[in-house]
């Protein structure tokens, strides 16, 4: 594993030159690969890489080094094939990214699903291997509807992405296309299989919920913009991205599952970013998914630290030690920090332009007042975790373990991003030409909605309901019922595979097979019984039968 980490290190520092360059050279780099040749035609595989596919790579490479580093404290035994598999799923989403033209982009896209269908289910029990069942059943259909596409595609000139803005945007091949990346970035109605995906260990959810699974469909329709542009999908992208932000904060307000609620944190940010799109700001799209991806990344390895520290995932039941667990609480306090967006730390620099843009642009007055108001609730569900590991007391009176070097480390690569990486980079990309104006009512809508917050949890916390909703609390706590879909299919699949083990144990598989076998066996026996009979005495039995029959 040590040989891995420094061979991440080796590529992370030839990707920090060749970003530097794309930079300041304004360039892109096309590589070309001839993989095989014969007589008439040539099979090559194209990599892209230009200034969006070179700062996600990075930030990739980045998070996987530093998954790699905790890895060594967190996953004690299969350690080997962990990391085969941490390496294919790196692997599959950098083919994604660098890929310029379909077929790559499938490989990519494919490998990402069979990788993280292998790591949901590491630990081999029954309800992380049928929370992979599950989560590979939603993304499938993703799968069939960007082969789909594909295929409506085959009839144009070329798969390249460059000369899509150059075709006619049809309206088949886009809609497909739109619903393999609500499908894979967890949009309603696909999103109950993100919270499913917490079976996994957590550095895995650290690395899928940050920069590589989720965000492959965001990264797409960033890829296509001229095509998203001209096709006026812009409605049903804000429209769904609307109902999923709804979902997601109402929901992660009720959570009390870690990994649960910063998985539901994701799919906000996720939502965001599509919201953003669907108002043609997909540069300021891409910059957040950036900076998403490293305290994102870091909220959930300290998390994970929380969670083998207590040996729960309620966060009721937490507690942290501050003097055992110093790196890992100032690091979650401060990447809590970051997702709310203070001043000044990464996500400040694209949450609050967007958020401007938004309220500058002609949308609707209440869906601009609903966006700024579920703005409000990334906040509140930060300082819930904040307030809850921070402030609860421990329970035993035994000396606690400290953290690992390799847990420093890890938490320390990607601090430093999640604090100053806004700064530096916001200087570098082209966010946006527009300026924004805004009246000064419009500027104090979002300290006043965080007074109104602020007030509400503490109104809530002190009433105590005597006959609580259990209907609006179920709808909310089963992410609006989706959640009951997910149990069906468990059902099914539960039912199914006790009747291929109970038909196994009768031992019914077992007689077809042997029947089979000896079926196979009497008529192999008897051909070659009739090709050692002579050829006159064939002939004679042959026409002895004619004989009879006439």
């Not at 009720?254 to 996720?270: C, H, N, P």
């Not at 000044?344 to 642009?361: A, N, V």
């Not at 595979?497 to 077809?512: A, D, S």
């Amino acid at each position: 594993m040590k040989s891995a980490i420094l061979m991440m290190y080796l590529i992370m520092f030839m990707l920090v030159l060749a970003t530097m360059m794309i930079f300041s050279k304004n360039m892109t780099i096309m590589i070309e690969w001839k993989m095989m040749s014969l007589s008439s035609s040539d099979m090559n595989m194209f990599f892209l890489l230009d200034e969006k596919s070179s700062v996600f790579t990075l930030m990739v490479m980045i998070v996987t080094t530093s998954i790699m580093i905790y890895s060594q404290f967190y996953i004690q035994k299969k350690k080997v094939m962990f990391l085969k598999i941490l390496i294919m799923f790196m692997a599959s989403m950098v083919m994604l990214i660098l890929s310029p033209n379909m077929v790559t982009l499938i490989m990519g896209w494919e490998g990402l699903g069979m990788t993280s269908f292998s790591l949901i289910m590491f630990y081999q029990n029954k309800s992380s291997v049928m929370s992979s069942m599950y989560t590979m059943m939603m993304n499938r259909v993703g799968d069939i509807t960007l082969m789909v596409a594909m295929m409506i595609l085959m009839n144009s000139s070329s798969w390249m992405f460059l000369s899509m803005e150059y075709l006619s945007s049809s309206a088949k091949w886009v809609t497909l296309m739109t619903v393999s990346m609500f499908s894979k970035s967890a949009q309603v109605p696909f999103s109950s299989w993100l919270t499913e995906a917490m079976a996994a260990p957590t550095p895995v959810s650290a690395l899928v919920h940050s920069s590589t699974l989720v965000t492959a469909g965001i990264y797409l329709m960033i890829r296509f913009k001229s095509v998203m542009m001209a096709s006026g999908m812009n409605t049903v992208v804000l429209t769904v991205a609307m109902i999923t932000l709804s979902m997601a904060s109402m929901n992660s307000l009720l959570e009390m599952d870690m990994k649960k609620l910063v998985a539901l944190s994701t799919l906000s940010q996720i939502s965001i970013m599509f919201i953003s799109i669907s108002t043609n700001l997909y540069s300021l799209a891409f910059f957040h998914m950036i900076m998403h991806a490293t305290f994102k990344s870091l909220i959930f390895l300290c998390s994970s630290t929380y969670i083998s520290n207590s040996n729960t995932q309620d966060l009721r039941k937490m507690y942290s030690t501050s003097i055992n667990l110093l790196v890992t609480n100032m690091a979650f306090n401060v990447a809590s920090m970051v997702l709310c967006a203070l001043p000044f730390m990464s996500s400040f620099y694209s949450k609050e332009i967007i958020m401007e843009m938004i309220m500058s642009t002609p949308l609707n007055k209440i869906t601009t007042l609903t966006f700024v108001i579920l703005m409000m609730v990334t906040a509140s569900y930060s300082l819930k975790m904040m307030i809850i590991i921070n402030m609860n007391k421990m329970n035993l009176t035994m000396k606690m373990w400290k953290e690992t070097s390799n847990q420093k480390v890890s938490s320390l690569i990607l601090l430093i991003p999640s604090v100053i990486l806004g700064n530096s980079m916001s200087w570098f990309m082209e966010l946006n030409k527009n300026v924004i104006y805004l009246s000064v009512t419009e500027k104090l809508i979002p300290p006043m909605m965080i007074f109104i917050t602020t007030m509400a949890m503490h109104c809530i916390s002190e009433y105590k309901m005597t006959k609580p909703n259990k209907i609006a609390n179920q709808m909310l706590t089963y992410m609006w019922f989706m959640k009951n879909l997910n149990l069906m299919n468990k059902m099914m699949l539960m039912n199914q595979k006790v009747k291929m083990l109970k038909t196994t144990e009768k031992g019914v598989v077992i007689n077809q097979v042997n029947l089979l076998i000896n079926f196979i066996y009497k008529s192999t026996h008897l051909l070659f019984k009739t090709n050692q009979i002579h050829l006159k005495t064939t002939i004679l039995i042959m026409t002895i039968f004619m004989m009879i029959f006439i």
